[in-house]
RNA sequence: GGGCGCUUAGCUCAGUUGGUUUAGAGCGUCUGCCUUACAAGCAGAGGGUCGGGGGUUCGACUCCCUCAGCGCCCACCA
């Protein structure tokens, strides 16, 4: 068979995926085995692949495919979130692109169009993920909208409303004037602003004097709304406006000067206007004091006919425009650049308005309660544990979370109004009819009833995922619910750490008495390498398929494990695909290498026997750090481990140590042991490469069909007793190799001219003179009680040896080099020696560090007197 | 305003309870090689005193204090 130079990752990645899907390699059901489960942190449904899914799902991957070649029952449950807000504002883009507005249509009609845009962009990212190599169950294929999560989601809400856990009333919610529903706290971010602070006069009422107080806002457009203006009880300076009422400029209207210490007296002038309608602390202080609340905002952020001015238009068109009113008045008394935070919608981006309204909530201090320990006590592990405290620091301040939404795209909330008011909690028509009917008499129809419009947030089904996934709500204790939860590993960012984690971990102890998961790797954020966050406007953002057609999908999920240590950002650079590819090239060529030799039934040589057992040494130790690399999650000192196993360790010192002269056959011995060899290896790196494993543990041997790595168990031993010596001294002998190489290149003589290597006084190799000769391309090496003349020294350990290399001996360089080294050797032992001179040293530290000590001393004593003896050779 | 984290070679990062030859890796850099597996490669080399200062200790990159810089999270100061 003939293999190509250059691995060519297309073909190859399309063939074993389908073979994989064929032969249903994928696919688990519960058996016997020990399960190993994670449910996918489900991408929109109508989203396409980013660098941040190609992370997450890359890591999720290489956990997935190492627990299945474990033996483990693996499972990875593929599916897509209906994300309420960011698909309904698409479809209502998308329609009024045609000149359709949401609101000539039906909820019916509109949700078609919500249907259509979903059959038509949904599944396109999963389809993508097959690109990547994800090894998902596609048959458990999910959405968090499809039949069984919906019935889930209504099910746990008639639950918790039974329960007394979900309330409806009217409370100070975050409005979204874009998007025209509330959200909850978590979808508001803050965001600096460089605004302006303004000086308001308000009137005194009835002053003969003509004063006036001056109060400090943002928002100069929310004074139609003030109902009173506060000043702090102790403020000194302000005491004169006790008692008094104060008029609302431009607005005409007199209110009155309330006190409370909740004001500031350092801020601007002391004095607060308080608009109970548009303001979260203004609510609290209406409340407090029995103010009237003027809602002046329509739901799109314009203004209402309460507001009596500037009415219809848009609220920040108002704050020009009021801005020049009121100086024109003379009612402004100036103006200062600010700089302030103004919470935004995670979706829409506008700034939110708080807003009075009759929402759904769910009361939360139950879950924070049920979430808390596990997470604290390690009973759920997170990876960095550092987001603990963030996650304690939430629960510790839960407030309700706001769960309905003003919108068609969702879960419609499962509450019917009465005729004559009050409604019923039910989890379908037939149900909340006969409930109705209990209440009103039994000749209510179910005409007579009407459903709540409101949608629940999308959160609110995603929290019951690892649990709705398996049937577990709606069908308690079915097996396959019982086998697969907990899941084993969740992989997210830390961005939806309050959104959706920690709301998992309440919904699976409220639903599954249980945690949802056992460990939570959190990633970091993809940015590009110059540490920006990847954005559409900045155009730093690459398309991960186009980075898998240039570099393979091996090559990029290795490029993105390169740089991905937990919990730290990722500082992308397309560099590091480059190096997955020319990896997946080196893996390919030492494959030609080793699959193009003959064999022959010739005795094995010594070398190649001491290079098999070496090698197999280490794999062994390195299997063993793997294998401990992964148990912390350290996917890439995991990956970076199995790299220079296979680059260092297996290609360039045992394939070349082995290597047969050109045309030459190889032993048999030798020749099945480097095959066993390549298949441990391969096995090692088909979490992180799974492609171009497949490929060549496909040619490796002649395999049935249906036969994959996938599921093929990796079998490399514990590390044996005899190894850590092998290996020691394999270094020895790679040490002196590199000394000769190091001779070689200084000389500038060619590898194909033999040199005679000798040992001095004594060769602690001498059972390596195969292996040196072969790697060092040396004629011989030599045992002499002095290295002769022209020749060039190095130490290994405590050993000297000299390579013979006659005229070409420059005495210059040679006296400097062991100068040098003599130098920082005599450093090295005085700093050695002051330790030990120490009593204190001697007295207090472990037996082992001072004996430890007395090695280095006398190793360094040993060396420095042979470098002098060479420096007195040279110089003579 | 609180809380958390970071600062180690040009770049990105390891460095596990302070002690394993006066700090390691990958990439990049430099030098020499097209040596019939691989130039997407091979061989060799150089490069940091661990952000600054102070302290604890026989001994600190590792613990404590402090200063500086960076980042993240939370919070109702208009």
Redesign the pocket.
């Known amino acids: 068979m003939e293999l190509q130079?250059?691995?060519n990752p297309a073909e190859v990645e399309t063939k074993w995926y389908e073979y994989w899907e064929r032969n249903g390699l994928f696919a688990s059901k519960p058996d016997g085995r020990e399960p190993y489960t994670v449910v996918i942190p489900p991408p929109n449904v109508t989203g396409i692949l980013h660098m941040g899914h190609m992370l997450n799902e890359t890591i999720q991957d290489i956990l997935v495919r190492r627990a299945r070649m474990e033996g483990k029952n693996a499972c990875w449950v593929p599916g897509t979130d209906h994300a309420s807000i960011a698909t309904e504002a698409k479809v209502v883009n998308r329609l009024a692109e045609r000149g359709i507005k949401k609101t000539d249509l039906t909820r019916e009609e509109f949700l078609k169009h919500a249907w259509d845009w979903t059959e038509e962009h949904g599944g396109i990212i999963l389809k993508q993920l097959r690109r990547v190599g994800a090894s998902c169950d596609w048959s458990r294929t999910a959405f968090t909208m499809d039949d069984e999560r919906s019935r889930s989601v209504i099910k746990v809400f008639v639950d918790l409303y039974r329960k007394g856990l979900i309330y409806r009333g009217v409370r100070m919610v975050n409005w979204d004037p874009k998007a025209k529903t509330a959200l909850s706290?978590?979808e508001v971010i803050?965001m600096e602003e460089h605004s302006k602070l303004y000086y308001l006069r308000y009137m005194v009422e009835g002053d003969a004097e003509g004063r006036y107080a001056v109060v400090?806002?943002?928002?100069p457009e929310t004074i139609m709304g003030d109902t009173a203006m506060c000043i702090n009880p102790n403020d000194p300076k302000n005491q004169w406006l006790k008692g008094k009422r104060v008029i609302v400029p431009l607005v005409g209207r007199a209110v009155p000067v309330i006190e409370d210490e909740y004001?500031?007296m350092?801020?601007?002038t002391?004095c607060?206007?308080v608009t109970p309608a548009h303001?979260?602390?203004d609510y609290m202080l209406g409340e407090k004091h029995n103010l009237q609340s003027i809602d002046i905002f329509n739901d799109d952020g314009t203004l209402s006919e309460a507001a009596g001015l500037y009415v219809g238009k848009d609220r920040f068109d108002v704050r020009r425009e009021i801005e020049k009113d009121l100086t024109e008045a003379g009612l402004m008394e100036k103006v200062e650049d600010y700089t302030?935070?103004v919470g935004c919608s995670e979706r829409t981006n506008v700034p939110i308005e708080p807003k009075l309204s009759m929402q759904w909530f769910l009361k939360m201090q139950h879950f924070a309660d049920l979430a808390l320990p596990p997470v604290m006590n390690d009973e759920i592990r997170f990876h960095p544990a550092?987001y603990k405290?963030?996650y304690r620091?939430?629960l510790e301040?839960i407030k309700d979370w706001c769960i309905s939404r003003q919108l068609w795209w969702g879960h419609r909330i499962p509450a019917w109004y009465l005729p004559q008011g009050g409604f019923v909690v039910a989890e379908n028509e037939a149900e909340a009819l006969q409930l109705a009917r209990e209440k009103c008499g039994s000749d209510l129809q179910l005409s007579d009833l009407r459903q709540d419009e409101d949608a629940l947030d999308t959160w609110f089904s995603s929290w019951l995922w690892p649990v709705s996934l398996f049937k577990g709500i709606k069908q308690p204790g079915n097996e396959e619910i019982k086998y697969y939860y907990p899941t084993s590993d969740l992989v997210t960012g830390?961005?939806i750490i309050?959104f959706w984690v920690a709301r998992m971990i309440m919904a699976g102890y409220e639903y599954m008495g249980d945690k949802p998961f056992r460990n939570v790797y959190f990633t970091g954020i993809v940015r590009d390498?110059l540490?920006r966050k990847m954005s559409k406007q900045l155009g730093n953002s690459p398309d991960p398929l186009e980075l898998i057609d240039r570099f393979g999908a091996d090559g990029v999920r290795m490029g993105m494990m390169?740089?991905a240590?937990a919990g730290?950002?990722i500082?992308f650079d397309e560099?590091l695909c480059e190096?997955g590819?020319?990896f997946?090239?080196?893996v390919w060529?030492?494959f030609?290498?080793v699959q193009?030799w003959q064999v022959d039934e010739s005795e094995q040589p010594a070398g190649n026997a001491q290079a098999v057992r070496w090698f197999q040494a280490r794999l062994r130790q390195v299997a063993a750090e793997v294998a401990d690399h992964y148990s912390k999650y350290r996917i890439s000192?995991a990956l970076?481990a199995v790299y220079?196993l296979f680059?260092?360790e297996f290609?360039?010192w045992y394939?070349?140590m082995v290597?047969p002269a050109?045309g030459q056959p190889i032993d048999s011995a030798t020749y099945s042991a480097t095959l066993a060899a390549f298949d441990d290896l391969l096995h090692l790196l088909h979490p992180f490469m799974p492609f171009i494993t497949e490929e060549l543990w496909q040619h490796l041997a002649d395999r049935a069909g249906g036969e994959s790595i996938m599921v093929s168990p990796q079998c490399i031993a514990a590390p044996a007793d005899g190894d850590a010596a092998l290996i020691t001294a394999m270094e020895l002998v790679k040490q002196a190799?590199?000394g000769v190489?190091?001779v070689?290149?200084?000389k500038?003589i060619s590898?194909r001219e033999p040199l005679v290597l000798e040992a001095v006084a004594s060769n602690p190799l001498a059972d390596y003179t195969e292996l040196l000769k072969k790697m060092a391309g040396l004629a011989n090496v030599t045992l002499v009680s002095a290295k002769g003349e022209g020749t060039s020294a190095f130490l290994v350990g405590t050993t000297e040896y000299a390579v013979e290399i006659g005229a070409l001996i420059d005495t210059d360089t040679e006296i400097a080099k062991a100068e040098a080294e003599l130098k920082?050797l005599?450093?090295?032992l005085a700093?050695v020696e002051k330790?030990l001179a120490?009593e204190?040293?001697v007295q207090?530290?472990?037996e082992q560090?001072v004996a430890?000590e007395r090695?280095?001393q006398a190793?360094?004593i040993a060396k420095i007197a042979l470098l002098r003896q060479t420096l007195a050779e040279l110089r003579k």
């Open positions: 130079t250059k691995y706290d978590e803050y400090a806002t943002t928002r004001v500031d350092e801020f601007g002391g607060l206007k303001d979260v602390n302030n935070k550092k405290n963030t620091h939430w301040n830390p961005d309050f390498k540490g390169l740089c240590p730290n950002d500082l560099a190096q590819r020319n997946c090239n080196k060529n030492c030609r290498l193009g000192d970076m220079k680059w260092d290609s360039s394939l070349e290597k050109y190799v590199s190489r190091s070689r290149a200084a500038n590898l920082h005599e450093g090295f700093g330790k120490n204190r040293f207090n530290a472990p560090v430890l090695k280095k190793d360094a």
